[in-house]
Structures are given as structure tokens and as C-alpha cells.
């Protein structure tokens, strides 16, 4: 009897459990948008991209900082016969053995104005000889200044001061625009496995309407009140009404899984989609678009950037034209004694100065040819990106004029698909009682048919370019404010 009764406790809880695990999952347009959003291939590579873009900015703000470096030796030794030049023009080979270490720090500051670096150093070195003769040396410096001017006619720090934070915006605003791509790669996916769906819902229900209309065609035929005609046409339309479902249940299988892989979500789960009725109406102002597109897009920002880089180009070709200037200056303090105390008692100053100067006297036209190529390239680029800043212009412009005539175009295939569903049923019934013939019934089915796909599609143009828009301006019509997602690094 136990066992009787744990047998049926299990059964009854393991069939819970299946029946938990066979719930579907329901999923409307929003929760799948948002879903992708968070959990897609597509966000986690628009998020790697956004965060490397970041640390790269981020390495550049670094590098304007100071700088503080310890370079040393600890230690260098070395033991050696060496030859040693007398006083009498003779050679000794007499046994070296020594130690040396050495100790640097060094605070380094790129001077964004000039190009150049600006250093403050201290350092101290030791020397230990063992053979011939052992004795200790040390000499310091305690410290010492010193900038390096490298070329006066390019200053690549400038330009990328001017550069990197437009990139790092550039990319801000990328990533919020790959946010608003993956809402339309995901309204296409649910829209896919909405449509297959449907489908198979439609081949469902024609089935299902053509197995009853086949049965009561033989019983009408059988009193002799239709043709063998009809009753064979009823016949192939019940045979094609199976295929179709099979087919049917094929694509909704793949369109599912499609969705289900682009979510994350297990290929097992059963999936129930909801058709999205709830549409707002808004419409977009074509001049508003544009001023949003100008103040928000990252096409705008790389407009700029590929501008500036561009003169940059031709800065630097100015600057690698072999005419060269580069200054080195240091001032400091140093000593050297056998006591370590010493060194850093009244120290002596050093001081030096180096002006480089390279001036090309006959180079071919080499310098020439670098700087009229970087204007051509820079003339070539404003071209390209002219004619970028038109299709810029032109898209938003075609996609705002298609969004704000979707509306009504949803309406009107709403309003065809409940007419087609009750002209079937109407039809139907005519059919039923021998009013009309075959053919008009299976006119009115393809039309309500055609008339339920045309209302998925007109709602699937409706929220793709709604997005696009959204995708185009970075701006949310709706709630009348700038779209900007956070990133979590």
C-alpha cells in the first residue's frame, strides 16, 4: 500500500514537474526587445567594443599625466682580464673584478602645448672594485631638470588632444545607436517566429475548416446535391491544407529557434508570442529629426574626426619634410666621493644645452611630394565625407517620411484583416447552405489569409521603422527626451 501510494506521489509531483518545465514562456515585442538588450550576441559585442573603446581613451588621459619611473641596475658585475695601455707604451693585462648598481627615479610630464617632455630626476650610482685594488665609489645627483624638444613643426600631442575625446564621444554615441540595431534585429526575429506562428495557426484552423467542410461535401454529395467535381475539389483542398501545416510547423520550429538563440534562451523552451496591438501613434517631425540626428549621432562626431585627422595628415607631412629643430636642455646637481654622506653635500652643479638642427639642401622634391599628397588625400576625404553628411541627410529624411505613413497603413490592414476574417465566415456560411460555389470559398480563404499576413507585416514595418528612427536620431519621439544607455564598466 506505501508503495503504492509513494508511487503515485511521485507521479503526480514528477508530473508537476514536467508540466512546469512545458509552461511556455510568453514573450510580448518589449520583453524581447529588452531581452536582447541585456542578454544577446549582438549587446556583448556592442558592449566590448564600447568598453575597449574606453580604455583606450582612458590610456590617453593617462598618458597627459605625470609619469613617475624607477629605472635601475641591481647590479651589473663582472670579472675580467683587461688590457691597460702603461705610461711607457707598454700593455698590462691585469684582473678586474667590480660591482655596479644604480638607482633612478624619474618624473616625466608631456607638455601638451609644445610636444615636448619635461623631466625631474634624482639618482644615485655605486661602484665596487675588487681586484686590482678594492675601493668604493659613489656618485649622485640629487637632482636634475630637463626637457626635450623633439620637433617644433608637428606637435602630434596637440592634434590628439583635439582627436581622442571626439573619438570617445564618437563611440559613446555609437553604442547607444547599436542598442537601438539590436532592437531592430530583434523586432525582425520576433516578428519571424510571430509570422511562422500565424502561419501555422492559419494552416491550423484551414485544416481543421477544410475536414469539416470535406465531411459535410460527402454528405451532400451522397443526396446528390453537389457535383463529384465539388466534392473532389473539397477532397484537395483538405490534402493541401495538411501539407501546408506541415510545412508550417517546419518554419515556425526554425524562426523559434532563430529567436530563442539571439535571446540566450533555452532551444527547448515552448515560446508564446503575443501580437503587439497596443501601437502608439506619434508622428515625427522632419525638421526635429534632423536637429536630433545633427546634436546626437556619432556620424556627426566622425564627420569632424575625419576632418581633423585629415589636417593632421598634412601637419605632419609638414613636420617630416627633413627640416628638423630639436632642443635637449638639463640643469641639476651632481657629486661623487668614496662615502655615501658625501655625495649629497654641497653638490656641484651641471648644466648643458643641445640644439639639433637638420636643414636638407637637396632632397628631389621629396618634401614637396609628402605634403601635396596629404592635401590630396585630405581633399579626397572632405569629398567623401561630403557626400556622407548627404546620404546622412537623406536617409533620415526617407525614414521619417516612411515611418509617418506606417500608422495609417497599419490601420488600414487591420480594418482589411477583420473584414477578410468575418467575409470567410459569411462566405462559409453561404457555402454551407448551397448559395455559392466552391471556388468563391476558396477566394474568400486566400483572402482572409493574405489579409492576416498583410496585418503582421504592416505591424512588423511599423515597429522596424519605428526603431530605425529611434536608431537614426537617438531620440525617443514618445517620451520626448535623448536616448543614452548606461554601460556597467
Not at 656618485?139 to 617644433?152: D, E, R
Amino acid at each position: 500500500m506505501n508503495k503504492l501510494l509513494y508511487t503515485l506521489a511521485f507521479l503526480f509531483l514528477g508530473g508537476n514537474v514536467l508540466f512546469a518545465q512545458e509552461a511556455p514562456l510568453v514573450l510580448s515585442l518589449n520583453e524581447t526587445i529588452q531581452k536582447a538588450r541585456e542578454n544577446s550576441p549582438s549587446y556583448y559585442r556592442a558592449e566590448n567594443t564600447a568598453e575597449n573603446r574606453y580604455w583606450n581613451f582612458r590610456q590617453f588621459r593617462a598618458s597627459n599625466l605625470p609619469q613617475l619611473t624607477f629605472n635601475g641596475t641591481l647590479p651589473y658585475y663582472s670579472s675580467a682580464i683587461e688590457r691597460v695601455e702603461q705610461n711607457d707604451g707598454t700593455y698590462a693585462f691585469p684582473q678586474r673584478a667590480q660591482t655596479y648598481l644604480a638607482g633612478e627615479l624619474s618624473l616625466d610630464q608631456n607638455v601638451p602645448f609644445t610636444g615636448g617632455l619635461f623631466s625631474i630626476s634624482s639618482g644615485l650610482q655605486q661602484t665596487t672594485v675588487y681586484q686590482p685594488q678594492s675601493r668604493q665609489d659613489y656618485f649622485s645627483t640629487p637632482v636634475s631638470f630637463s626637457y626635450f624638444q623633439p620637433m617644433v613643426l608637428y606637435n602630434r600631442q596637440k592634434w590628439e588632444n583635439k582627436i581622442q575625446p571626439l573619438l570617445y564621444k564618437e563611440s559613446k554615441q555609437a553604442f547607444d545607436e547599436d542598442m537601438e540595431r539590436i532592437a531592430i534585429e530583434a523586432s525582425n526575429l520576433y516578428f519571424d517566429a510571430l509570422a511562422a506562428k500565424i502561419n501555422r495557426d492559419i494552416a491550423e484552423l484551414n485544416v481543421s475548416n477544410n475536414d469539416t467542410l470535406f465531411v459535410i461535401s460527402k454528405g451532400r454529395y451522397n443526396l446528390g446535391k453537389i457535383a463529384e467535381n465539388d466534392l473532389l475539389q473539397m477532397e484537395l483542398n483538405l490534402l493541401n491544407a495538411k501539407n501546408q501545416l506541415s510545412a508550417s510547423d517546419l518554419n515556425y520550429e526554425i524562426a523559434a529557434q532563430a529567436l530563442k538563440r539571439y535571446l540566450q534562451i533555452p532551444t527547448d523552451q515552448p515560446l508564446e508570442l503575443a501580437v503587439p496591438t497596443n501601437v502608439p501613434v506619434v508622428e515625427v517631425p522632419l525638421a526635429e529629426a534632423m536637429d536630433m540626428a545633427r546634436n546626437n549621432r556619432s556620424s556627426v562626431l566622425e564627420f569632424r574626426r575625419r576632418r581633423l585627422e585629415a589636417e593632421q595628415d598634412i601637419a605632419e607631412a609638414r613636420g617630416q619634410t627633413n627640416y628638423n629643430l630639436n632642443v635637449r636642455a638639463n640643469l641639476g646637481v651632481s657629486r661623487q666621493g668614496d662615502e655615501l654622506n658625501q655625495v649629497y653635500s654641497d653638490p656641484l652643479k651641471q648644466q648643458s644645452l643641445t640644439v639639433g638642427v637638420t636643414i636638407p639642401i637637396v632632397d628631389w622634391g621629396q618634401s614637396k611630394s609628402m605634403i601635396r599628397r596629404a592635401k590630396a588625400n585630405r581633399d579626397l576625404i572632405e569629398v567623401d565625407v561630403q557626400q556622407d553628411e548627404i546620404n546622412f541627410e537623406q536617409e533620415i529624411f526617407l525614414q521619417v517620411k516612411r515611418f509617418n505613413i506606417q500608422a495609417s497603413q497599419l490601420e488600414t490592414a487591420a480594418k482589411a484583416d477583420t473584414i477578410a476574417q468575418k467575409r470567410y465566415e459569411v462566405t462559409k456560411a453561404r457555402y454551407l447552405i448551397g448559395k455559392i460555389s466552391i471556388t468563391d470559398l476558396n477566394i474568400a480563404q486566400e483572402e482572409k489569409d493574405r489579409a492576416r499576413f498583410d496585418h503582421i507585416n504592416a505591424l512588423r514595418a511599423y515597429w522596424v521603422s519605428y526603431y530605425t528612427v529611434r536608431s537614426l536620431t537617438l531620440y525617443d519621439f514618445i517620451k520626448k527626451q535623448p536616448i543614452d544607455y548606461e554601460v556597467s564598466f
